[in-house]
């Protein structure tokens, strides 16, 4: 095992290591469990959170794409009110740290599921999904406009005030991916995350028709790891104090210390754990490797090594 000191800080939130899942890969964490003790990750941050229950997107929602996959699931889930009553506690019954991701179809939304989480024990941070459709405004993503971003983010600082830090989600289907960062920090984000799935279709070359129930989905894989890599190094470099949490086609060390290099603090592995659910446990402990090959005893001094 290697020396390297692997704990981190996600704004004011510590965490032992730097591995995390990705929002939506592994519901509250039940799947994984059974293939490795949830404690040897960072943080499990659970499936995006909605205030009522939600049946989701028509099937089929998941088709292979090269070097990844499209998902239109929907954001499925069972309501704040089961997670709270059997979700969350199971998680924090493992012992493993909670990100508890949150979405909402509406501004008000937001403040209703922050209210409902303020004073809830145990969690660490909280993400919060604004890439995810605003039915307020057309079915544009809030993530997508300036405005719509900032009111969320203000909404959710209002209402849980300073008792968790708040990351902001973030989508990469932006011209400028950094004016939307400068806004949710604005607005109080403590920290990003970065990046939510690509738009992307698929036509089934016989039928000539969307592959996909919803025709769109979410693109995620190792084919959107460059750009989470831009995306990470654009916005650390306007904003080097702001902690990142980076994610998109990491299914190795090596691509972890990518994230890592461009400026993230932590990493969440999504899409490989389908293929290989040990692969969380794996990239970390590849990921210490290689910092240590690089001649570093802590993480904290690789992060953002790409801009000096």
């Known amino acids: 095992m290697s020396d390297v000191d692997l704990s981190t800080e996600l704004a004011y939130a510590k965490f032992e290591n730097p591995i995390f899942t990705a929002s939506g890969c592994a519901s509250s964490g039940k799947e994984l469990a059974q293939f490795f003790p949830l404690t040897e990750l960072g943080a499990m941050v659970t499936k995006s959170i909605m205030l009522r229950p939600r049946s989701g997107r028509a099937t089929p929602r998941m088709a292979e794409t090269p070097s990844g996959m499209l998902n239109s699931i929907g ?81 959710v600082r209002i209402n849980i005030g300073g008792e968790y830090p708040i990351i902001a989600k973030l989508s990469p289907d932006v011209t400028d991916i950094s004016l939307i960062a400068g806004e949710v920090i604005n607005a109080g984000a403590d920290g990003l995350a970065l990046i939510n799935t690509l738009l992307g279709m698929v036509i089934d070359s016989e039928t000539l028709k969307p592959v996909l129930g919803g025709k769109t989905g979410g693109l ?12 990470i190094y654009q916005v650390h470099a306007k904003y080097p104090k702001i902690p990142i949490l980076g994610m998109g086609g990491v299914t ?24 290989d659910p040990l692969a969380p446990v794996r990239i970390k402990e590849e990921l210490a490797s290689l910092l240590e090959g690089h001649g570093f005893s802590r993480i904290r001094d690789a992060i953002g090594v790409a801009h000096v």
């Open 75 to 155: 954001l499925q889930g069972p309501g704040i009110d089961l997670f709270l009553e059997e979700d969350l506690p199971w998680l924090l019954n493992t012992g493993a740290r909670a990100v508890v991701s949150i979405a909402g179809e509406s501004v008000d939304e937001y403040g209703a599921l922050s209210r409902r989480l303020r004073g809830v024990k145990g969690i660490s941070a909280i993400e919060v999904n604004i890439s995810c459709p605003n039915v307020e405004n057309r079915g544009l993503v809030f993530a997508c406009d300036q405005a719509s971003a900032r009111a969320v983010i203000e909404t």
């Open 220 to 231: 995620s894989g190792p084919a959107i790891r460059p750009v989470a890599v831009r995306a």
């Open 252 to 275: 190795s060390g090596g691509d972890a210390l990518q994230l890592i290099a461009a400026g993230a603090s932590a990493v969440s592995v999504g899409t490989a754990s389908f293929g």
